[in-house]
Nanobody
Framework: QVQLVESGGGLVQAGGSLRLSCAAS????????MGWFRQAPGKEREFVTA????????YYANSVKGRFTISRDNAKNTVYLQMNSLKPEGTAVYYC????????????????WGQGTQVTVSS
């Protein structure tokens, strides 16, 4: 079965940086899209970013463009999220997702989810 394990969350001051990682296992992920969602307290889960298999096509929410960068290492079945210039509104649980195709920005479209990692940005 598919397992996604996130790491790298923590507490950071506004303006700081964090790097999240997500290691996938349980099947061959050739051709799969990998990405990140986040969920803040009292809010719905929202799309952050996604990357296609070859890494050449990426997608970002407008709220993180220019500050967050997604990348992947296919040999390690791992996706990374470099988050710079973090803002307090970025406080959320960050979830890793994988899917055979890019399914847009709706959380309902993604089948495989990690357990999440907490990111807290203090002001």
């Amino acid at each position: 079965q598919v397992q996604l394990v996130e790491s790298g969350g923590g507490l950071v001051q506004a303006g700081g940086s964090l790097r999240l990682s997500c290691a996938a296992s349980g099947r061959t992920f050739s051709g799969y899209v990998m990405g990140w969602f986040r969920q803040a307290p009292g809010k719905e889960r929202e799309f952050v970013t996604a990357i296609r298999w070859n890494g050449g096509i990426t997608y970002y929410a407008n709220s993180v463009k220019g500050r967050f960068t997604i990348s992947r290492d296919n040999a390690k079945n791992t996706v990374y999220l470099q988050m710079n210039s973090l803002k307090p509104e970025g406080t959320a649980v960050y979830y890793c997702v994988v899917d055979p195709v890019y399914s847009g920005t709706s959380a309902k479209a993604y089948d495989y989810w990690g357990q999440g990692t907490q990111v807290t940005v203090s002001s």
